[in-house]
């Protein structure tokens, strides 16, 4: 198991430009661990789900945010979306396989974020986190 960058650089395939300035992984990490980014992606962890759906799941999420983090989680082929030709439009999104992998590995993180949350931040409620963070860092 790697433990570190370092460890993660000398493996075969990488090297000391991994997560550097212009490297395409720090592209990605910033698509996936946006604010909506992640929250998207485990809303899609459940399975298959319409655009209304999906703002309910997400909570808090804007129509024009909705939009453009499905746009970008869709290039980057971690999001599948199905539209069929209907009146009125009837669009699915779900994950790849790629995304299924992906969240596969992000579970853990959130479990560990949602376990640790109120040693990090205590006395704070979870209302008052979700107001703070509109003024965090990545928000």
């Given amino acids: 198991m790697v433990v570190s960058i370092k460890e993660l650089r000398a493996l075969p395939g990488f090297d000391d430009t991994l997560l550097t300035e212009g490297c395409p992984t720090r592209v990605i990490l910033d698509h996936v661990t946006s604010k909506w980014g992640v929250l998207v992606l485990l809303a899609l962890s459940d399975g298959t789900h319409r655009w209304g759906e999906l703002r309910r799941a997400v909570d808090g999420i804007s129509e024009k945010m909705l939009a453009q983090t499905l746009r970008i989680l869709e290039a980057d082929g ?62």
């Fill in 78 to 139: 971690l999001v599948n979306r199905d539209a069929r030709p209907t009146i009125p439009p009837h669009v699915e999104y779900s994950l790849t396989p790629l995304g299924r992998d992906l969240v596969d590995r992000l579970l853990p993180l959130v479990e560990w974020i949602a376990l640790n949350a109120d040693g990090i931040l205590p006395g704070v409620s979870a209302a008052s986190a979700t107001a703070a963070s509109g003024s965090r860092i990545g928000a």
